[in-house]
Structures are given as structure tokens and as C-alpha cells.
């Protein structure tokens, strides 16, 4: 039972790895393409300051993949375990990796870094500190524009620090959607299961970007 856990969960792992690698092969043949075809030049190091906010995204929806691949063999509570990993990692990435690679980008520009970031790269510390200053000393006219972080609504600041937890807790939901559509598609055919698989993969992915989207208005 230990040993079939074990090739389960490297299932899952493994299974969330490709799909996340393959998204991501995608992104960068469309980069490297979009690049010379529009005319302009490829910076790989450019491309590698998004990389951290690509994985944290795609991950949770990676696990839909994983708890399919597994569903056979990993019991409900082995998946939510290897899904709240997943959370853990793409939060990271989202709410600290991604946001310190761009300060890092804008650094390396030699951006006016005060203007556009007062309180240093927009992790969730830096979030609050904004929301707050803004609070303390709200603006005539709220606005969005970059330049202007101490004119963002406090709301939109809170959209912002939530965005990161809502999307990372996507893991688990994901894992689960994909454990019971495993189990719930196995007695239809080949083509059937596959079709109906991805129906429902695509399905909760669009749900979920369309709340999460809401939760942004």
C-alpha cells in the first residue's frame, strides 16, 4: 500500500510538472516568435522575470492534472496533502517571487523605482503599507495608473493581497475537481473519458478565472 502511495504521489508530482512545463514551452515559442515577427528583439532576461509569476499561476491549475493522473490510486486525503504543497509553492511564487523579479526588472532599467514602488517591490508587506498610507491620506480622485500608487483604491489593494491566496487555494479545489472526475469518467469509453476529462478541466478553469475576475470589480 506504501509503495503504490508512493508511485502515486510521484504521479501526481510528475504529472503537475509536465503540464506546467508544457504551458510554459508554449509561452516562451510564443514569446521568442511574437519577438521577431512583430519586429522587435527577444530578451530571454526579460522572459525569466516573468517566469516566477507564470509557475505560481499555472500550478494550481496543474493540479486538476495531477489528481486526475492520480485519482486510482491516491486516497482523498494523500491528494489534498500534495495540493496544499502545490498552494504553498505557487503562493510563494505569486505574492513574493513574482513581484520581487519585477522590482528587479524595473532595477535593472534604472526605473524611478521611489515613484512606482514607495514601499519596495509590492509584496504583501509592502500591500498593507500602501493600503494603509492611502487611508491615512486618501487622494481627491482615486486612479490605476502606475505611476500613481498612492492614489489606488484601498479596495483594489485588498483585491490584490487576496488575489495571491485565492488563486494558490485553487490548488486543492483543482485537485479534488480532478480526483473525483477521474473516478467519476472511468467506466466511459477511451474517447469519451478523454473528452469529457478535458470538458471538465476546461469547465472549472474558466469558472474559477470568471469568480475570481468578479472578485476584482
Excluded: C
Excluded at 88 to 102: E, Q
Excluded at 177 to 198: E, M, Q, Y
Amino acid at each position: 500500500m506504501r509503495s503504490e502511495d508512493r508511485k502515486s504521489g510521484l504521479g501526481f508530482t510528475a504529472s503537475v510538472a509536465i503540464s506546467v512545463a508544457g504551458v510554459l514551452l508554449l509561452l516562451l515559442v510564443h514569446q521568442f516568435v511574437s519577438g521577431f515577427l512583430g519586429g522587435g528583439i527577444w530578451r530571454p532576461r526579460e522572459v525569466l522575470f516573468e517566469l516566477p509569476g507564470w509557475i505560481g499561476l499555472f500550478l494550481p491549475f496543474a493540479a486538476f492534472v495531477g489528481g486526475l493522473a492520480a485519482h486510482a490510486v491516491l486516497s482523498v486525503g494523500s491528494m489534498v496533502k500534495r495540493a496544499a504543497m502545490i498552494a504553498v509553492v505557487s503562493y510563494f511564487l505569486l505574492a513574493y517571487g513574482s513581484p520581487m523579479a519585477f522590482y528587479r526588472d524595473y532595477a535593472s532599467r534604472e526605473a524611478d523605482l521611489t515613484a512606482l514602488y514607495p514601499f519596495g517591490p509590492p509584496t504583501p508587506r509592502a500591500l498593507l503599507a500602501q493600503r494603509s498610507a492611502v487611508e491615512a491620506n486618501p487622494p481627491q480622485t482615486y486612479s490605476f495608473r502606475v505611476g500613481r500608487p498612492l492614489e489606488h483604491p484601498p479596495n483594489w489593494l485588498t483585491y490584490l493581497l487576496h488575489r495571491a491566496i485565492v488563486i494558490a487555494g485553487f490548488s486543492v479545489l483543482a485537485g479534488l475537481l480532478g480526483h473525483r472526475s477521474g473516478k467519476l469518467t472511468t467506466g466511459l469509453s477511451p474517447p469519451d473519458r478523454r473528452n469529457a476529462r478535458w470538458a471538465l478541466g476546461l469547465a472549472s478553469s474558466i469558472a474559477f478565472f470568471l469568480a475570481e475576475a468578479a472578485g476584482g470589480e
